[in-house]
Nanobody, 124 residues
Framework: QVQLVESGGGLVQAGGSLRLSCVGS????????MGWFRQAAGKEREFVAH????????YYADSVKGRFTISRDNAKNMVYLQMNSLKPEDTAVYFC?????????????????WGQGTQVTVSS
């Protein structure tokens, strides 16, 4: 079992940057692929980014490519999402997720563990 806790959300002006952090529990943290989803108010969950267990492979939603960077530090049981050039459309609750599998997935139901979420608000 893996427990995830996100932090780093807040209010930022359009064009600014923010870094989200997620800490995971469990001795086998490094065996899980990790990712981020987001959910805007009144909308469905949306895939944001994914990183393999080793950190060697990353995938991004088209809406964030070139602006967001996902990374992980297995020694610290941490995963990060660096968000640059933020837009009002990025406003959402961001969730850290973990998945035990052979590949990546943009589908929420294929992730086994979810954090509680952290709010990101980008003002115009």
């Amino acid at each position: 079992q893996v427990q995830l806790v996100e932090s780093g959300g807040g209010l930022v002006q359009a064009g600014g940057s923010l870094r989200l952090s997620c800490v995971g529990s469990g001795r086998t943290f490094s065996s899980y692929a990790m990712g981020w989803f987001r959910q805007a108010a009144g909308k469905e969950r949306e895939f944001v980014a994914h990183i393999s267990w080793s950190g060697g492979s990353t995938y991004y939603a088209d809406s964030v490519k070139g602006r967001f960077t996902i990374s992980r530090d297995n020694a610290k049981n941490m995963v990060y999402l660096q968000m640059n050039s933020l837009k009002p459309e990025d406003t959402a609750v961001y969730f850290c997720v973990a998945r035990s599998g052979t590949g990546w997935s943009p589908r929420p139901y294929e992730y086994d563990y979810w954090g509680q979420g952290t709010q990101v608000t980008v003002s115009s």
